[in-house]
T-cell receptor, first 114, second 110 residues
Framework: NAGVMQNPRHLVRRRGQEARLRCSPM?????VYWYRQLPEEGLKFMVY????????ESGMPKERFSAEFPKEGPSILRIQQVVRGDSAAYFC????????????FGQGTRLTVV | DAKTTQPTSMDCAEGRAANLPCNHS???????VYWYRQIHSQGPQYIIH???NNETNEMASLIITEDRKSSTLILPHATLRDTAVYYC???????????FGTGTSLTVIP
């Protein structure tokens, strides 16, 4: 059973471009979480999704950021018009439903904005 | 709001038990305590979780006090590969998010 797969592992974008980060959850997992980690800082929660629904986006910046988890295919974190401050590691995690379930993380996408 | 308090850093001698404390004095009755670690800049790795009973798996043991206001993660025989940042997380009652605090940076010394 493959783990959480994120791609690309490294992404370089020029200021003003769009960045699309993909996350394929573990098989059978219907919950996906996105986190951002700035250099030398901790993980910050961004958004929590179930299939076709955004459950909690309280950690998402109000502009330029969006996330989706369609019925078919991976979850996508989309950053429009990237700026240098968006440079960070973005981690995705997935879990089964329920409070008594652990979440498993992918290896992250390192976004560098030049 | 991470709801947990952990020491910033700790050292442990290789081969000894590493005991990592965590305070979560405002934990609610049905909130679970989770432990993760992050080695270097890799994705966080799940270690263990529990509600009120002590738990043990192949990686570690989790001791939760009777009043559930604090817990201790025990790595029974620390190795150099256990050097990492360890996060104690109280999973919020609604929404199922995992909120990471600042964690404890554990250094295992040869």
């Amino acid at each position: 059973n493959a783990g959480v797969m994120q791609n690309p592992r490294h992404l370089v974008r020029r200021r003003g471009q769009e960045a699309r980060l993909r996350c394929s959850p573990m098989k059978g997992h219907s919950h996906v979480y996105w986190y951002r980690q700035l250099p030398e800082e901790g993980l910050k929660f961004m958004v929590y999704l179930q299939k076709e629904n955004i459950i909690d986006e309280s950690g998402m910046p109000k502009e330029r950021f969006s996330a989706e988890f369609p019925k078919e295919g991976p979850s996508i974190l989309r950053i429009q018009q990237v700026v240098r401050g968006d440079s960070a590691a973005y981690f995705c995690a997935s879990s089964l439903q329920g409070r008594n379930t652990e979440a498993f993380f992918g290896q992250g996408t390192r976004l560098t904005v030049v | 709001d991470a709801k947990t308090t952990q020491p910033t850093s700790m050292d442990c001698a290789e081969g000894r038990a590493a005991n990592l404390p965590c305070n979560h004095s405002t934990i609610s009755g049905n909130e679970y305590v989770y432990w993760y670690r992050q080695i270097h800049s890799q994705g966080p790795q799940y270690i263990i979780h529990g509600l009120k009973n002590n738990e043990t798996n192949e990686m570690a043991s989790l001791i939760i006090t009777e009043d559930r206001k604090s817990s201790t993660l025990i790595l029974p025989h620390a190795t150099l590969r256990d050097t990492a940042v360890y996060y104690c997380i109280v999973r919020v009652d609604t929404g199922n998010q995992f909120y990471f605090g600042t964690g404890t940076s554990l250094t295992v010394i040869p």
